[in-house]
């Protein structure tokens, strides 16, 4: 940590291990400080946020930004944006809120609306239009110092790191800590999180930070492997075995030997396959090609993600999964959400340039994004997290009239989605939604009962269950099983049998 940056938050700072702050969540003027966050923790006095130096005789405290990371805090330069005065807004603690006035010419938006005064809680932002958007959040003052993760490979503040991962918040700081810590094990390690999230992203990361960074990374989607071939895919077969005219092939295990295997989605594997994985995941690393008398071992590290719960996989195979890593969706870092933004229209400006262009800003790579979008992008509720992102960033690319990536006609263009402040109570920005009519329509959410039929009459087939429940996706069914505590090991195993007469059309 920077001696200044310790002082100056040191001289404000209470005994409490976290404070209300506000992250700069986009600048027109400066897209380089999205992710600085700046922390309020003195009851008595309020800080006045605006450009710098502060006209004289001007003593009044100064809202103070930082670059936050494990054991660093780096005291930034003062705001730039040609459209905030010395004297912008003043921010005074509440204890429950961030009590804020406007006091410059710049008009302030608080949920839609152009306001003098407001209070912000986590959650809320405050947009200072055409200049600055900024998220109010409750987090720690200090970040623990990496125990795992080699700092030389974090880079620059705001930008991907040397493995692809994106994000300042502290949880995106404790998913690298963890995977390093994975990786330096060399344990099998079960990958959770929801679909989209980045979990292979993770596990190319937990690779290349281990001893098996220079051996192959062999990766497969399990739900891809073809009926019947199960058993040839992962272990190999002999030449014309078990179909005449098949050629040899070492099989995932064989060509991953010395190295790493990602198997996704592992819960879509038949539960008959597991028995002969297994062998090959205790110490003698013991399998067996088709139609081969002979045993071979095979030196492997697995790597497996789910968008299941662990209890959806089946015990045995689960205690093998010695680590398991938790990837955040969007929800739980969502003042990551603008570096996502950042990195994907870099990625997209890579791979087609001539139809991201108009938006560049300048040779280092940043385009010209609205606020209005980030702001929107901030409160919605994502499904499939960054995948889905990506897929609505490309849209607002294609529909923005000028040079900038716009929220052209307002928050129902981007596909619709839920906004996050209906959870909370706040005035959505519309009564739009893609969710299912049969949804919409449930006053209720169903029942333990209803759920076990279901999924026993779907065959354990969860993507088909949640579809007949009426729910939004199989993420939506996976928290119910959890919340229920329903075994689906069990059900798949016709421990529990259908109810009878169960209506699928809900």
């Not at 900024?134 to 970040?143: G, P, Y």
């Not at 490309?394 to 402040?421: F, K, N």
């Not at 893609?434 to 779907?458: G, L």
Request: hydrophobic share 40%.
């Amino acid at each position: 940590m920077s001696v200044s940056g310790e002082a100056a938050l040191r001289s404000s700072a209470t005994e409490e291990d976290d404070a209300l702050a506000l992250v700069i969540a986009w600048s027109a003027a400066e897209p380089w400080r999205v992710g600085e966050v700046a922390f309020f923790t003195r009851l008595d006095r309020p800080q006045v946020l605006g450009h710098m130096p502060a006209p004289d005789g001007d003593r009044a405290a100064r809202v103070r930004f930082f670059r936050q990371r494990p054991g660093q805090l780096e005291p930034t330069s003062p705001l730039r944006g040609p459209g905030i005065s010395s004297g912008e807004l003043s921010v005074r603690l509440l204890g429950y809120g961030l009590h804020v006035e406007r006091q410059g010419p710049c008009p302030a938006l608080f949920r839609g609306a152009p306001v003098a005064r407001c209070v912000l809680t986590p959650g809320d932002t405050l947009l200072l239009k055409d200049e600055l958007l900024l998220w109010c959040t409750r987090r720690a003052r200090s970040l623990p110092p990496l125990r795992h993760f080699p700092e030389a490979c974090a880079g620059s503040f705001g930008d991907a790191d040397a493995f692809g991962l994106v994000g300042e918040s502290p949880a995106a700081w404790r998913l690298r800590d963890q995977a390093a810590f994975a990786a330096r094990s060399d344990l099998h390690t079960l990958i959770l999180g929801p679909s989209g999230a980045g979990k292979e992203r993770v596990a190319h990361a937990t690779h290349a930070l281990s001893r098996r960074a220079a051996r192959p990374l062999v990766a497969r989607n399990a739900a891809t492997f073809p009926p019947g071939l199960v058993d040839a895919e992962l272990f190999g077969n002999i030449k014309n075995y078990p179909n005449p005219g098949m050629p040899e092939r070492p099989g995932l295990v064989g060509a991953a030997d010395g190295g790493t295997l990602l198997l996704d989605e592992i819960g879509e594997l038949p539960s008959s396959i597991h028995a002969n994985l297994l062998r090959v995941l205790d110490a003698d690393g013991e399998y067996q090609r088709l139609g081969e008398a002979a045993a071979r071992r095979a030196d492997v590290r697995l790597l497996a993600a789910t968008n299941r719960p662990p209890e959806a996989l089946k015990h045995d195979l689960l205690a093998r999964m010695t680590l398991r890593l938790t990837v955040a969706g969007l929800e739980e870092r969502i003042e990551d959400i603008p570096l996502f933004v950042r990195h994907l229209l870099r990625r997209a400006g890579e791979r087609s340039p001539d139809l991201i262009r108009r938006f560049a800003r300048d040779e280092n790579g940043d385009y010209c994004v609205s606020g209005e979008l980030i702001e929107h992008l901030l409160h919605r509720r994502f499904t499939t997290h960054v995948r889905e992102l990506d897929g609505l960033l490309w849209q607002a690319i294609a529909d923005s009239p000028g040079s900038i990536v716009t929220l052209p006609g307002g928050p129902d263009v981007l596909l619709g989605g839920q906004d996050r402040r209906r959870a909370s109570g706040h005035p959505p920005p519309s009564q739009h939604s893609d969710a299912p009519r049969d949804q919409r329509a449930r006053s209720s959410e169903p029942t333990t009962e209803e759920i076990r039929a279901c999924i026993a009459q779907e065959e354990g087939n969860l993507a088909r269950a949640s579809r007949a429940l009426g729910l939004t996706s199989r993420y939506a069914l996976y928290r119910l099983l959890k919340k229920h505590a329903i075994d689906v090991a069990g059900l798949r195993d016709g421990r529990c049998c259908p109810a009878r007469g169960f209506a699928r059309a809900r």
